[in-house]
């Protein structure tokens, strides 16, 4: 045997004894992140208001020996913290947003515990907390071993409509990462290689004038008439754009009273397709729309963008070892009250394809659209990213809903976390160890790219709307 083979053979099992030695060491810390997520659900801050979720998770890291970035991007809520030195750096994400009207008690039926609150619909309470206990697993192991490098977790807020991720890398808080990893939660376990939809958002205000709806109401103009002129030509739009479009929205103002003549209206749209400069012709067509609204009822209108993020740029290379790692970890394995709960929850879908023990499987990585949109689209524009899903949710629970809210609050929730945070730190510890996964992700992400230069769709000049939440 050739005395490269060796040190090769001899580094490969000293990674695979350093791997196993922290599945277990993790074993041990799942408690105590599995009530930070748990604090973070009870929290369930909205958007660019996460404070105390952040605070908690700074709290943490700068105990871990981290230093901490305030204030990214001029959102109170946004920050990073960054241990150690040198090349690589690798990024870990962590999101903590909740969502409105999701609130929902940790039981298997519909039961808010604030009628009309917010709630961890979409789980971002364990998807901070699994990349917190991954970080400081990762750095922990970096101390012992003489790792080098540097390490770098992103508190990215307001991942639900706001895009803190957009602003953070107008900051320039991603110029210096080789490699990020982001999870999301999900209903099975893989590494994923597929993309999101690309997204535009923006609320459109009209401005009419008031009147007696019944006394003088050829002396108004309605700022109704024109939103719902808006609406109507949009829908009739739909028929003339790709059908993979979709197309969104909501009233959040139409007038107070029927017997006045609204002088405000707004609507709140969303607009996506799996390509974003085909969305740019989509929403160029919207925008005259909304002019039409405007022209017809001769009210005034004002737009305001919102929100724009990319599809997800997947990256092979990233894929494939994060599968190999997530096949070492494993899946999510049901108590009988776990079991129990998830038979009680899947009884309430009406999609029931999804077998409870389907959780338990790791599935191979699938190339494919994708039927929703993340600021972490974005990220993988700029810089090679890594995503996977973990079984946080029981099988054939959709995020969004109370069924997810349910169990991200819960054990099932906090097994699937764990599992996020082990596939993340095993494949850290091998981004670390061989530059070549690096180069590899790196060449990736430059073949799938193909040349496109990033320009992100957020007007220059547009800062965070942090209080997006709110309407007006
Ligand atoms: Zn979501
Ligand atoms: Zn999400």
């Not at 913290?81 to 409105?100: F, H, N």
């Not at 999870?183 to 958002?201: E, K, Q």
């Not at 017809?296 to 997800?312: G, K, M, Q």
């Not at 993340?424 to 992700?441: F, G, I, N, S």
Request: hydrophobic fraction near 40%; glycine fraction near 10%.
């Amino acid at each position: 045997m050739s005395k490269v083979l060796l040190f090769l053979l001899t580094a490969l099992s000293v990674l695979a004894d350093d791997k196993s030695a922290a599945l277990k060491t993790m074993d041990s810390g799942a408690v105590r992140y599995g009530d930070v997520s748990r604090k973070i659900w009870e929290f369930a801050e909205v958007g660019y208001k996460e404070t105390k979720s952040a605070d908690l998770l700074k709290g943490e890291l700068r105990a871990a020996g981290f230093s901490i970035v305030e204030n990214v991007a001029g959102i109170p809520t946004a920050f990073t913290a960054t241990w150690g030195q040198g090349k690589p750096v690798i990024g870990i994400m962590g999101e903590y947003d909740a969502l409105p009207g999701l609130s929902q008690a940790d039981v298997p039926e519909r039961k808010p515990v604030i009628a009309g609150g917010p709630g961890h619909g979409c789980g971002h309470n364990l998807l901070g907390a699994a990349s917190l206990f991954a970080a400081v697993t990762i750095k922990d192991w970096m101390v012992e071993k003489k790792i080098p490098g540097t390490l770098r977790f992103y508190g990215t807020p307001a991942e639900e409509g706001g895009g803190g991720k957009l602003y953070m890398i107008r900051a320039g808080a991603f110029k210096d990462v080789d490699t990020v990893l982001s999870w999301h939660p999900a209903d099975h376990n893989g590494a994923s290689l597929t993309s999101s939809l690309a997204i535009n958002s923006a609320k459109f205000r009209f401005y009419g004038k008031p009147a007696h709806a019944a006394m003088a109401p050829e002396a108004g103009r309605s700022a109704l008439d024109g939103l719902m002129i808006m609406a109507n030509s949009v829908e009739f739009l739909r028929e003339h754009i790709p059908s993979s479009s979709r197309i969104h929205y909501v009233i959040t103002n139409g007038g107070s009273a029927p017997n006045i003549v609204p002088d405000y209206a707004e609507l709140f749209l969303y607009a996506r397709h799996p390509s974003m400069p085909v969305l740019d012709g989509i929403w160029e067509r919207i925008m005259k729309c909304a002019q039409a609204g405007a022209l017809a009822s001769e009210t005034r209108l004002e737009t305001e963008f919102i929100d724009s993020s990319y599809n997800t740029l997947p990256n092979d290379a990233l894929a494939a070892l994060v599968d190999k790692n997530m096949r070492m970890v494993g899946g999510v394995t049901y108590t009988s009250g776990e079991q129990a709960f998830a038979e009680t929850i899947r009884q309430t879908l009406t999609d029931k394809t999804k077998p409870i023990g389907s959780q338990e499987a790791v599935e191979a990585p699938k190339e494919g659209p994708g039927s929703a949109s993340t600021d972490a689209g974005d990220v993988s524009w700029v810089v090679p990213m890594a995503e996977l899903g973990t079984a946080t949710f029981v099988p054939g629970v959709p995020a969004h809903t109370w069924q997810s809210a349910a169990c991200a609050g819960m054990s099932i929730g906090r097994k699937g976390m764990v599992v996020a945070a082990k596939s993340l730190v095993l494949t850290a510890m091998d981004l670390y160890t061989d530059p070549k996964q690096v180069e590899a992700a790196k060449a990736s992400f430059e073949k799938r790219r193909a040349g496109f230069e990033y320009r992100s769709r957020v007007p220059a000049d547009h800062k965070p709307p942090l209080n997006y939440r709110d309407s007006k």
